[in-house]
């Protein structure tokens, strides 16, 4: 199963951006996904929880972020969102999106329990 993360850029101090991240899987498996999140990681820091969603919508935001960010999924096309508004300077780092994901292989019908990571994609806010 793999996490491909989308919609990261420049933008001024105030804007707004949305990441997109899609899972997908090869032929032969299907899957389904529990928690969706979004993870950042600043230069010189470590990565950090941004937030998080259930596979039934509750969700979870790290304290910097609550109020200004907003996590949504879409079950059906195994896609979390983010939307990003009044961005701020600290905002600045690379966004990876994780997910909880059962995946079985349809041949022998035998079922895995992974965590899987997108590449991620650059978050840059100018002041």
């Known amino acids: 199963v793999q996490l491909q993360a989308s919609g990261g850029g420049v933008v001024q101090a105030g804007g707004s951006l949305r990441l997109s991240c899609a899972a997908s899987a090869a032929s032969g498996f299907k899957f389904s996904i529990n928690d969706m999140g979004w993870y950042r990681q600043a230069p010189g820091k470590q990565r950090e929880l941004v937030a998080v969603i259930s596979s039934g919508g509750s969700t979870n935001y790290a304290d910097s972020v609550k109020g200004r960010f907003t996590i949504s999924r879409d079950n059906a096309k195994n896609t979390v969102y983010q939307q990003m508004d009044n961005l701020k300077p600290e905002d600045t780092a690379v966004y990876y999106c994780?997910?909880?994901?059962?995946?079985?292989?349809?041949?022998?019908?035998?079922?895995?329990?992974?965590?899987?990571w997108g590449l991620g994609t650059q978050v840059t806010v100018s002041s």
């Open positions: 994780n997910a909880d994901i059962m995946a079985m292989a349809i041949a022998t019908m035998a079922y895995t329990a992974l965590n899987a």
